[in-house]
């Protein structure tokens, strides 16, 4: 196993058909336009290869607010589905979490789709995650 930034169009190209996983809307030109605009505005994609092979995601960014301080906001954590349960979306998470505590963040938070209940469990029961709040929106047409 190894985790590597992905930074080039290539390597993000590479790993469409994870993201694809979680974001069921995207096709490849819409992902590859709005993760050039993400990336300037600090996101980073995380990715753990298993024998080379891309088989988990996480997107992230360092930001600020006055609820954590200086945190780590988790965007997108995927793992392929022929790839689950084998500990590589822990292994991703806990470099993550070790990456926060490199860039001095107190925080590391994440938002988890409401029928994502298999994921809420991997959260809070595997990783000692907290649940705080709910996250609302509204979409302006």
């Not at 169009?9 to 995207?26: K, Y």
């Not at 500990?87 to 029928?115: M, P």
Request: glycine content about 4%.
């Amino acid at each position: 196993m190894e985790i590597e930034e992905l930074q080039t169009r290539e390597e993000w190209q590479e790993a469409f058909h994870v993201m694809r996983e979680l974001r069921h809307d995207l096709d490849e030109q819409a992902y590859l336009c709005l993760l050039t605009s993400m990336v300037k505005e600090g996101y980073r994609l995380f990715a753990l290869r298993y024998l080379g092979v891309i088989v988990s995601l996480a997107g992230v960014a360092i930001l600020t607010n006055f609820s954590y301080g200086r945190y780590v906001w988790v965007y997108d954590l995927v793992t392929t589905s022929s790839a689950r349960s084998k500990g590589y979306g822990s292994q991703l998470l806990k470099f993550i979490e070790e990456l926060a505590r490199r860039e001095n963040c107190r925080v590391v938070a994440l938002s988890s789709g409401l029928e994502r209940t298999d994921a809420h469990r991997f959260y809070q029961k595997q990783m000692n995650y907290d649940k705080p709040s709910y996250v609302f929106k509204k979409t302006l047409l």
